[in-house]
């Protein structure tokens, strides 16, 4: 079942168009298919590499946690990131209240990335009210 926004979604998040090369989307969705029953997570970087780390939430069905030494080097590598991702196995493309709590701190130390979602049926980009 596909989870819609509710009114306190949207005064969180503001949906954007999610500009991407077709091959970066479709390997999205395809890492989301191949992986249907947990979250996926990672980077994309500004050259277009997709840096996938490893999901080590304890329930990664239900959330995601990037494995901490693989996101430290990709934040520390020589290339910028230009965006961050994360799949929703239930289809959900809006951020949801740990997804936003997890943003609205990365947004108030200056991150620059886009925010995507990702689902088996596409990639969706969000924008958080913290960032300004």
Known sequence: MIEVE???????????KCELPDAIRAGLIDLARANKDIEIC???LSDGTLVNITN???NPAKGFEMDKDQMMKTIKGKTPI?????????????PSDTDG????FLYKQGCPWRYLIVTTDGVFEFEHRDRS
């Open 6 to 16: 509710s009114t306190e979604a949207t005064s969180v998040w503001k949906e954007t």
């Open 42 to 44: 990672g980077f994309i």
């Open 56 to 58: 080590v939430d304890p």
């Open 82 to 94: 230009a965006a961050t991702y994360h799949s929703h196995p239930s289809g959900r493309k809006w």
């Open 101 to 104: 709590d997890h943003m609205s």
